[in-house]
């Protein structure tokens, strides 16, 4: 059964909504019932840094699009907003969750689920720890959305299919090591699927990664080469994007920043942690 599948068993007061507007909208939201538990989404950094607005927005839109219940943002840096601030005000429950934190990531970060797990260990509530966004079929759309924006890729909507204009090539960059390189390889096999182009995946933190990416691209004829930022925005290595396309002679769309699709992967990220384990 699929984690969608699961979801919608898991809180019996979910109902079906009238659709906003929108093609990014999902048929159906998460409403929870009076008394479930708080949905706090873990962003990496401080407060105070660039960026930061992108979480609360996406707080919002799960909030009024998905759970019709407060969510809430938690840094994991500073003292300023901090998760584990933010946990220690919430209100205590009895024998239940009173918050399940998910990391705003679009995949797996060993330092950020480190730190994740700290705050809902060190918690005075009982909380849980979500899964992070990505990877996701959805995750792609987004970057594919994104890519659009910059005008480097364009749906076909007609033949429900994906034309690349600007860019003949994608690099999926990434933050962190070789590993989260390989994790991020199952979003950019969707993202190829979806632009029929060749997709590489490459780390923003290793400078070699990138330049190894683009020379494959350009090996398999692709003549024009976009970065997609895998990364959502309030990250320090948003930083390096420009510098990254610069390196390589590349274009490069925006993070995905507060996209529909991030607001829904909370929400379903939230209830897939509140499922009985197997």
Do not use: C, W
Request: zero cysteines; charged letters at 20%.
């Amino acid at each position: 059964m699929s984690p969608e599948s699961q979801a919608s068993e898991a809180l019996p007061s979910r109902r079906r909504r009238t659709p906003r507007g929108g093609r990014h909208r999902g048929d159906e939201s998460f409403l929870l019932p009076p008394g479930s538990p708080t949905l706090v989404l873990a962003v990496p950094g401080s407060a105070r840094q660039a960026g930061t607005e992108i979480a609360a927005e996406l707080a919002r839109l799960v909030e009024i699009e998905h759970t019709g219940q407060p969510a809430y943002v938690g840094h994991l840096q500073g003292d300023e907003a901090s998760l584990g601030g933010v946990l220690a005000g919430l209100s205590r429950e009895e024998d239940e969750p009173t918050a399940v934190v998910v990391p705003l990531s679009t995949g797996p970060d060993p330092a950020l689920d480190a730190a994740v797990r700290a705050a809902v260990e060190a918690a005075p509530v009982r909380a849980v720890a979500a899964e992070p966004l990505g990877p996701h079929p959805l995750i792609a759309e987004a970057l594919h959305d994104r890519l659009a924006d910059a005008g480097l890729a364009r749906a076909d909507r007609i033949r429900l299919m994906t034309m690349v204009t600007a860019a003949s090539g994608v690099i999926v960059a990434t933050p962190g090591d070789a590993t989260a390189v390989r994790q991020a390889e199952v979003t950019g096999v969707l993202l190829a699927s979806r632009l029929a182009a060749p997709v590489f995946t490459a780390s923003l933190n290793d400078e070699a990664s990138v330049k190894a990416a683009a020379e494959q691209l350009r090996a398999t004829g692709a003549t024009s080469i976009a970065i997609a930022p895998h990364l959502i925005g309030p990250e320090p290595e948003a930083a390096l994007v420009a510098t990254a396309a610069a390196t390589v002679g590349a274009s490069h769309s925006a993070p995905l920043n507060v996209h529909p699709a991030l607001a829904r992967l909370a929400a379903l990220r939230y209830v897939e942690a509140l499922l009985p384990q197997a």
